[in-house]
């Protein structure tokens, strides 16, 4: 995954991705997860929001294709993750193991969650199975 930001694994236009070993997320500055929507004025129909933004597991997009197979485990850890996503007529399955921790901040980070971020349900991580 990228620094700070990023997708395990990311389809689309048909694409597909199968997750067999292990994912690991961890936001390492809190300043870095972002209000995406509020952030740049977003109003996409077909495109996810929510109130904090950081990374994805698996991610699958126009008609793509995400498994997290029964030996596949996704590990997210701090704010605005979501292990699995799939939109616009796309597909993700999990037979495997996703494991979201929202409260998680690295022991050295100094930094603090920007002004715009909820603490709704919207901002909290999401697995939709």
């Known amino acids: 995954m990228l620094a700070n930001?990023?997708?395990?694994?990311?389809?689309t236009k048909?694409?597909?991705?199968?997750?067999?070993?292990?994912?690991?997320a961890k936001v390492m500055e809190q300043e870095?997860?972002?209000?995406?929507?509020?952030?740049?004025?977003?109003n996409e129909a077909?495109?996810?929001?929510?109130?904090?933004?950081?990374?994805?597991g698996l991610d699958a997009f126009?008609?793509?294709y995400v498994s997290n197979e029964s030996g596949g485990s996704i590990e997210m850890y701090g704010r605005g993750n979501v292990g699995m996503?799939?939109?616009d007529e796309s597909t993700a399955e999990n037979a495997g193991q996703i494991t979201l921790d929202a409260l998680w901040v690295d022991a050295d980070d100094t930094t603090t969650l920007r002004s715009n971020i909820g603490n709704d349900a919207?901002?909290?991580?999401?697995?939709?199975?």
Request: aromatic share 10%.
């Open 46 to 56: 077909n495109t996810f929001y929510s109130d904090a933004n950081s990374m994805m």
């Open 85 to 87: 996503l799939a939109i």
């Open 14 to 24: 048909g694409g597909s991705a199968v997750n067999n070993g292990t994912i690991t």
């Open 62 to 64: 126009d008609h793509g």
């Open 5 to 11: 930001a990023g997708v395990g694994y990311f389809t």
């Open 32 to 42: 870095s997860v972002i209000n995406l929507g509020a952030s740049l004025g977003l």
């Open 122 to 129: 919207g901002a909290m991580p999401l697995v939709w199975q």
